[in-house]
């Protein structure tokens, strides 16, 4: 848990010395990152709603709130924050990617790609900006713009995790399986405990044939998150291949009671 609150605040310093934020002593943001460092972003926004109104045209308590607004999956309400904090800042770069960030999520794509472009625009080697830019760029099908902006972010950072599991995406979505199994391989390397990049990998496994591997990416993801739909329908389908139907059709049903549809019409043909 210690190691979680110290990347935060080593995030939060990151900001200071980069010079997009001042150094004062915030005993609320502490207290914030404290919430956000255990999941309690709810108490987290609480927090940053107060240091607000203390400090209404401070730029970065707009931002940490739409941040953790995300984390909430309050898209709309982060985008407001964060237009916010941009009209406090308009070289607020890092504003420019969360709110990029939140559209991807929102399915905006174009948005996310010119709020990326701004924020790239300001910083040219901000990686980040890159990642998230090869997301929006690969949901927009320009591939061979995904792949270059992953690339780059890579060539700034090659420890980011989520730029080798975005590549592998990208890689995915155009049926080179092996290449994409060795940027998740890459992803999981650098983050242990990937839930998003093990359940991807399983995935490309699948999709080359390799069953048993998929398989084992699935107990993985399960072990990190046992609430996984996708994880439990994954490992469902890899065991049909197997022809364990007995246990694929308890995995099937297992998705679709956590809600995933898919799974319903396997069920109905395999599980009588």
Same mark, same amino acid.
């Given at each position: 848990?210690?190691?979680?609150?110290?990347?935060?605040?080593?995030?939060?310093?990151?900001?200071?010395?980069?010079?997009?934020?001042?150094?004062?002593?915030?005993?609320?943001?502490?207290?914030?990152?404290?919430?956000?460092?255990?999941?309690?972003?709810?108490?987290?926004?609480?927090?940053?709603?107060?240091?607000?109104?203390?400090?209404?045209?401070?730029?970065?308590?707009?931002?940490?709130?739409?941040?953790?607004?995300?984390?909430?999956?309050?898209?709309?309400?982060?985008?407001?924050?964060?237009?916010?904090?941009?009209?406090?800042?308009?070289?607020?770069?890092?504003?420019?990617?969360?709110?990029?960030?939140?559209?991807?999520?929102?399915?905006?794509?174009?948005?996310?790609?010119?709020?990326?472009?701004?924020?790239?625009?300001?910083?040219?080697?901000?990686?980040?900006?890159?990642?998230?830019?090869?997301?929006?760029?690969?949901?927009?099908?320009?591939?061979?713009?995904?792949?270059?902006?992953?690339?780059?972010?890579?060539?700034?950072?090659?420890?980011?995790?989520?730029?080798?599991?975005?590549?592998?995406?990208?890689?995915?979505?155009?049926?080179?399986?092996?290449?994409?199994?060795?940027?998740?391989?890459?992803?999981?390397?650098?983050?242990?405990?990937?839930?998003?990049?093990?359940?991807?990998?399983?995935?490309?496994?699948?999709?080359?044939?390799?069953?048993?591997? =998929?398989?084992? *990416?699935?107990?993985?993801? !399960? @072990?990190?998150?046992? $609430?996984?739909?996708?994880?439990?329908?994954? +490992?469902? /389908?890899?065991?049909?291949?197997?022809? =364990?139907?007995? *246990?694929?059709?308890?995995? !099937? @049903?297992?998705?679709? $009671?956590?809600?995933?549809?898919?799974?319903? +019409?396997? /069920?109905?043909?395999?599980?009588?």
């Amino acid at each position: 848990m210690q190691k979680i609150l110290y990347i935060f605040i080593f995030s939060f310093c990151t900001l200071l010395c980069s010079g997009q934020i001042r150094v004062t002593e915030d005993d609320y943001l502490y207290e914030a990152f404290k919430k956000e460092a255990v999941g309690d972003y709810n108490s987290a926004i609480d927090i940053y709603n107060t240091r607000i109104r203390i400090k209404p045209d401070c730029a970065y308590g707009y931002f940490y709130r739409g941040r953790a607004k995300i984390k909430t999956e309050d898209y709309r309400g982060a985008i407001n924050d964060l237009d916010k904090a941009i009209s406090i800042d308009s070289r607020f770069s890092i504003a420019y990617n969360e709110r990029g960030l939140a559209k991807i999520f929102l399915k905006d794509y174009n948005g996310a790609i010119e709020d990326c472009n701004k924020a790239i625009e300001i910083n040219t080697n901000f990686a980040n900006a890159y990642t998230n830019r090869c997301l929006a760029k690969k949901n927009s099908n320009d591939i061979e713009g995904a792949i270059k902006d992953c690339d780059k972010s890579i060539e700034i950072n090659p420890y980011c995790a989520i730029a080798y599991n975005n590549r592998g995406l990208v890689r995915s979505e155009i049926k080179r399986y092996y290449q994409a199994i060795e940027d998740f391989d890459k992803a999981v390397m650098l983050n242990s405990n990937y839930e998003e990049a093990y359940l991807n990998r399983g995935i490309a496994l699948y999709y080359s044939g390799s069953f048993t591997k =998929a398989i084992i *990416d699935c107990n993985r993801v !399960l @072990r990190i998150n046992p $609430d996984n739909a996708r994880a439990y329908y994954l +490992r469902g /389908i890899a065991k049909l291949e197997r022809r =364990a139907n007995d *246990d694929a059709c308890s995995d !099937l @049903r297992k998705a679709r $009671d956590l809600g995933y549809r898919d799974a319903v +019409r396997l /069920i109905n043909e395999y599980c009588k």
